[in-house]
């Protein structure tokens, strides 16, 4: 069974690069047909997906984000990486990784990591 | 660009009967949309209860069923329990790879 762990910096500060990583085990993430992807969470709001990737394949975004939102894979490492440039207060967050799988929809969820964006 | 109503917020007896329901600010939900949802509580990630309209993710109890109803799709929890008492997500995927949340509804079960 696939399990998802979110790691990085708690706190950013605005204007600064926020990278976080998702740590995948139970499976491999080059040999899966699954899409990784991420999605966000501001305090007491609703979820916003973020960006969904294939491994080294086609990657979708979310337009609102795309222009600062950078995904990647290593797959020596089993892990998948978000960047998200540029950043401000709005985008303090709860940020979660998740499977998008072949039953379109999130399947496997991480338990999330929350980022601040403050000086 | 297109939005994805739910409403913000049901109360629901415990052992009633509620339906939640998520549909489009343009346009009627099919199952071309594959309308999935989501069950968040406090402070945890969400779990994965639909996908499909009305298949039921590994272990979601039988309480909790999903279809389309009319030109929306509908979430109904069947004698609901204390434990029913979170926030319930939805997403519809736009095609071109877009999936979309809509705004959360909150059930409270009293």
């Known amino acids: 069974q696939l399990q998802l762990q979110e790691s990085g910096p708690g706190l950013v500060k605005p204007s600064e690069t926020l990278s976080l990583t998702c740590s995948v085990s139970?499976?491999?993430?080059?040999?899966?047909?699954?899409?990784w992807g991420w999605i966000r969470q501001p305090p007491g709001k609703g979820l916003e997906w973020i960006v969904n990737r294939y491994y080294r394949g086609t990657t979708y975004y979310n337009p609102s984000l795309k222009s600062r939102v950078t995904i990647s894979e290593d797959a020596s490492k089993n892990q998948f990486s978000l960047k998200l440039s540029s950043v401000t207060a709005a985008d303090t967050a709860v940020y979660y990784c998740a499977t998008w799988s072949g039953s379109v929809s999130f399947d496997i969820w991480g338990r999330g990591t929350l980022v601040t964006v403050s000086s | 660009q297109t939005v994805v109503t739910q409403e913000p917020s049901f109360s629901v007896s415990p052992g009633g009967t509620v339906t939640l329901t998520c549909g489009l600010s343009?346009?009627?939900?099919?199952?071309?949309?594959?309308p999935s949802w989501y069950q968040q509580t406090p402070g945890q990630a969400p779990r994965t209860l639909i996908y499909?309209?009305?298949t039921r993710s590994s272990g979601v109890p039988d309480r909790f069923s999903g279809s389309i109803l009319g030109n929306k799709a509908v979430l109904t929890i069947t004698g609901a329990q204390a434990d029913d008492e979170s926030d319930y997500y939805c997403v519809l995927y736009m095609g071109s790879g877009i999936p979309v949340f809509g705004g959360g509804t909150k059930v409270t079960v009293l």
């Open positions: 139970g499976g491999s993430i080059s040999s899966s047909n699954n899409y």
């Open positions: 343009s346009g009627s939900v099919s199952t071309n949309y594959y």
């Open positions: 499909s309209t009305n």
